[in-house]
Every structure is written in C-alpha cells, then in structure tokens.
C-alpha cells in the first residue's frame, strides 16, 4: 500500500505549505492514489476505510482546481450530515489557508438561510453541503451551479441509505455538461454502482484494503481521555504499570515534539524521532533506544517505520493513528519472539468512533478501561517502593548509618517516626521514586535521593555537573532558583533539569551553589532567560520552581 510524500503528487506550494502546518508528513494511500488521478480531471471512485484521510484526497484537487478571480461556485461537495459538512469544511479551510482569493462554505439544514445567502452571494468557490439543503438553494435560485465543474460525493453509501438519493439525482442532472465526479464511499452497493454508471465517465477505481492483521499475543486496551488530560493520563499510566522501555505514537511532528518536552519536563527520560530529524540523527537516536540509553521513544509512524527493537513493554498510541493498518504495524513492536505486550489507545471526543469502525473493519480485539485514579496510581507506586525497599533490606547490601540513628534515638524519637520522616524526604512531595534498577535501564529524575542518582538520569546524553567554583566567569548570568539544601536539590539534578528542559548542553552551566533556601546558577549570559522561561514553574523535587536572575544581594550572600 504505497504512500508518497505530498511533494510528489504534483500539489502547488501552498498546499504543501498547509499540509506541512497540519503536520502530515506524508499523503495516505487513497490519498496517494487520488489526487493525482483527480488533478489529471479524471472521474474517480474511492473506497477505503473510515479514518483512511479521504477528505483531503478530494479536498486538495478541489481547492486546486478552483480558479480564484472567478468568483462563482466551482466545486461543489455532498455530505450525509451537517456534522461531516462542517468537518469537511474545517479541513478544507485548513488546507487552503495560503490559496490567497479561494473561499469555503458550509451549507446544511438547521442554519439560517439568510446567512448561507450572503456567504453564497459573496461568491464562494467551494460549496460543501447536504443533498437537501443544496436542493433548497438550488431551488431558491440563491445557488447557482452554472460554473460548477467539480462535484464530490463522500460518504454516498450512507447518503443513500439516509435516502437522499432523488436529491443526489437531482443534483447531478442539473450541473453543466463535462462536469468531473468524485466519488466516496466504504461500500460500493448496487445502488451506488448505478449512480456510477449513470453520471461518470470512465472512472478510475481506487480501492485501498486493508491488510490489518490481529496480534492476538498483544494485550490492547483503550481509554477514552479528554484531549486536554492525555499527558496526565499517560504519565498515570506509566507510573501505575511502571513501564520502562516503550514507544509513544503521535500523528504530527509537532505533537511529537510538544509530547517529548512535556515528559521530559516531568522527569522521563524521553527522545523524539520524526521527519524532520537527518538521517544521521534518526540513526543516533534509534541506536541510543535500542540500547536503552532512555526509556521512552515518541515518535511519528512514518520515523518509527525503519525501528526494530525488540522487548518494548508497551506501545502507545497517544494519538489515534489512521488506519487500522497503521494501528497493527504500531502495535507490533511490542510482544516480539512470542512475548506478551501492551498497547494502549488513547481516544478523545469524536475519535471514538473512528476507533470503534476500525474494531469493525479489521476485527481488532481492544477492550475499554477506565483511566485509573489518582488514588490507584499513588497506591501503585507506594507498592512500588514498598518493594525496593523490601528488596534493600534483604538483600543487606545498604551502608550503616548507627551513629546517627542511636543520636536520634538518644534525643526520644521513636525508630517507626524516624523512618516515616525519611520515607517522607524521600517521597520529596511527589510521591516515593523509583529507585534505579540495576543495569543500563535509565532512573527517574523526580524524587530521587542523590545517592541512588546518576547526574545523567534526565538527558540520554551524560552531562556530568560542573564542580563547583567559586568567583564568576565573565559571558555568565547568576540566576536565582527558590529551592535549596532544604529541598534536598542537588548539583546534579539542577545540571539535569536545565539541560533536559531547555536541551542546551551542560557546558552553558558554569558555578552552581546551593545554599538551605535557594540556589545560585551561573548559565551562559545569552541563554539566560530562555532558562528563566522554561524552567519556571516546572517541579524539582515536587517543589514548584521559580527562577529569576540573581540580584546583587543574593549573589553576595553567599
Ligand atoms: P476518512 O474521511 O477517510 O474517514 P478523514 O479524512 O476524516 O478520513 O481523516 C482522518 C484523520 O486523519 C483526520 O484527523 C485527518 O486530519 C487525518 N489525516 C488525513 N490525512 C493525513 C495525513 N496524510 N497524515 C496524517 N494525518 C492525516
Ligand atoms: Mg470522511
């Protein structure tokens, strides 16, 4: 099932400007498939699953075909409901965003007609409506189809079971002679088949199937998550299972880098890899993941395609991807050679239903679950902690602390508060850490006691922490951090949060100095607010940061 980059298919370069912003990477197969038979002025029949990107498949050739100084309607599309109507129209105006002169209008029943008029009468080129509310102005003469030569029919198979097919009918006898037709639809029943033969002439038949395969061996459940709490909901989900090594699906390049920095700002050891990336920089990461240098990959489909990785305990798909097609590949990186895996399926609002025919058209077998609570998770992790802590003591490999323990003792504490206050130190306000397992998997960033911590735990890239000197250097910017020895901030972990938040190197660092309440940093002058920005309000050690550049006073107290 081929797909192309855009940029193949022969689209103008707004086009490709617009699906760039819309973060495709790449045209999906029908889309591969149709818009250069369509920008040819071929009729064409499309069949492919829901969710497969047909409505840009029509919508480019649509827009590209529209002549913008002929202020008349020039496409028109038909949909089965307003709902789809207004879909359509939203992608459509999303893709013609840099076509200077090239306008879009919904029209659909439940709409004053009034303001249809006017956006008809202003002289709109593309017209996306439903089969009756067309016939309307078309009667009323508000719609007049005199310089129409594009009709598009997506979704006919429901619009005809929705009985609209005396419209459609209707509708096709009345636009002028040489007119070009597309046509979509998931089935191609009798019905539809005549409609074909009565009003196309020699059709080029695009059908795009499905190979979806099941992964019976793979544990696949869904949550529906309201867009906004994803992020929340996958950390959850990570904590709560304690994944360590897995790939996260996004649909664009921009999500996928919106995701990377979120994660890596709460303490996950994350890398990215998508289009945009050189080869030799894909290569770089995928070296790194395969070594396990971080936990988590998010990535797009089209840059996780080369990735052979086996042993991944789960695979996400953060965004729901395309096609079943493309939900099977996805899931098949994890439960290699007979393993058992996970895959988890985020989906939000409307998204539900693509998910849910995508279960019907390829069979797939996922199961709903109920995002878990907070409670859970916490409950999860102080199991987990539990258990390493369980672990260290029979394993008698921890150093002695006696002195200290018998001068607490001597001063009245009770052993069970002194070690409920150390667990709470610990804890540093976010809930216990994981402690680092043994091995070359990476740790945590948040939570963990210096000792337990390697510097390098946030970047993949070891970034050892500068010692710490005394007297500034010129070309540095002293910035003031509200949190200190009290909050058990340590050297290594502020080397890490800066340069995980921000991704410049360890080097723009220069002295750090931590005093009980604050702390002072020297970063490189030039980098100065880039860091204030990014690291305000981000948590270190549970504690919110604020970052503001050192007063004269504070660098001298110290
Ligand atoms: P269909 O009409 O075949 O059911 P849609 O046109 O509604 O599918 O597209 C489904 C989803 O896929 C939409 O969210 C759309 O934005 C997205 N999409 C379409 N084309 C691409 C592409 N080339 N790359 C990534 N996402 C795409
Ligand atoms: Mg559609």
Redo the contacts with the bound molecule.
Sequence with gaps: MEKRPFAELGVSAEILKA?GK?G?????P??TAVIPAAMKGRDVVGQ?????????AFAIPAIEMVKPQLRKVQCLILCPTRELAVQVAE?TGKLLLFKRGVHVVPIYGGQSYDRQFRALAAGVQIVIGTPGRVMDHMERGTLKLDALRLVVLDEADRMLDMGFRDDIERILSAVPEGRQLLFFSATIPKAIQELIGRYSRDPEWIRIESHAQNAPQVDQVYYEVDRRSKLEVLTRLIDLNDFRYGLIFC?TKVMVDELDEHLHARGYATDRLHGDLSQMQRDRVMEKFRRRSFEFLVATDVAARGLDVDDLEVVFNFDLP?DAEDYTHRIGRTARAGKSGRAITFVSGRELY?LQSMIRFANLRIRRERVPSLDQVEEARANVFFEKLRGVLDSGRFERHDRMIDRLLDQGYASTDICSALIQLLKGGDGPAKAPAPGPEPARAEGLPESAAEPSLVRAEPAPPPAARTGREAGMTTLFLNAGRKHLVTTAEIVGKVTGVTRLPAGVLGAIDIHQRHALVDVAAEHADMVIAKLTGIRLRGHALKVSLATTEERARE
Excluded: D, P, R
């Excluded at 495709?24 to 999906?28: H, I, L, P, Q």
């Excluded at 492919?48 to 840009?56: F, L, P, R, Y």
């Design positions: 699906v819309l495709y990477e790449e045209a999906s029908i889309q492919s699953a829901t969710g497969s990107g047909k409505t840009a992608e649909s395309n693509k």
